[in-house]
C-alpha cells in the first residue's frame, strides 16, 4: 500500500505554502521583455546612424583600377 499512497500523492498544484514560481516566472518574463524593447530601439537608432552607401572596399586596394574597363590591354 506505500507505493500506491506515493504514487496517489498531489504534487501538483498549490501544495506549499508561499510559493514564488508564478509570480517570479511573471516578474522574468516581463523584465526580458523591457530588455528586448530597449535592444530593438538601440539597434533602430544604430541602423538609422549608418551610411546609405559604403564605400567599395575593391577600390581602396587597386586605386589604379577602373571600374568601366574589365578587358585586360
Known sequence: MSALAVLAENN?????SGG???????LIIVLLGIATVFLIRNMTARIRRLPAEFPDP??????????STTSSE
Not at 514564488?20 to 511573471?26: F, R
Not at 575593391?58 to 571600374?67: I, L, S, T
Open 12 to 16: 501538483f498544484g498549490d501544495t506549499r
Open 20 to 26: 514564488l514560481a508564478g509570480p517570479m516566472g511573471l
Open 58 to 67: 575593391d577600390a581602396r586596394k587597386n586605386p589604379d583600377r577602373n571600374d
